[in-house]
């Protein structure tokens, strides 16, 4: 790898910089997304928060299908709370699509 500086201008643009701030390709392969409806869902923990929400909550978590797009967001007092919450998230939303779907024979 050769690196090297260039004078732009007025101003000296370093050949290590110019080498970071270059756009490169994700290196993930490719995939098909899922039709099914919780087939993929995406989740993330964001906290502790510098202040509390009205009722004390410092985090939150989100839960996003990739399939209809649907976030949800649930507020934490604590970290160690994200296991139960995802499980009453993912109950929730399997009894409300068994609800429309209608009861399977």
């Known amino acids: 790898m ?3 500086s260039e004078t732009k201008g007025s101003s000296k643009v370093c050949g290590v910089w ?3 701030r270059q ?3 994700a290196e993930t392969k490719s995939r098909e997304k899922t039709q099914e409806v919780l ?3 995406h989740s993330d923990i964001c906290g502790r928060m510098e202040t509390p929400s009205l ?3 410092r985090y939150f978590i989100t ?3 990739e399939t209809t797009g649907r976030v949800s967001i649930n507020l934490l007092h604590s970290k160690d709370q994200a296991l139960a919450v995802t ?3 993912h109950w929730t939303l399997v009894q409300g699509t ?3 779907e209608g009861p399977k024979r």
């Open 87 to 89: 499980g009453s998230w």
């Open 98 to 100: 068994q609800r429309q």
């Open 18 to 20: 110019t080498l970071v």
């Open 23 to 25: 756009h490169r390709e």
């Open 2 to 4: 050769k690196v090297s």
């Open 63 to 65: 839960f996003t299908d």
């Open 55 to 57: 009722n004390g909550e």
């Open 39 to 41: 087939g993929v869902v």
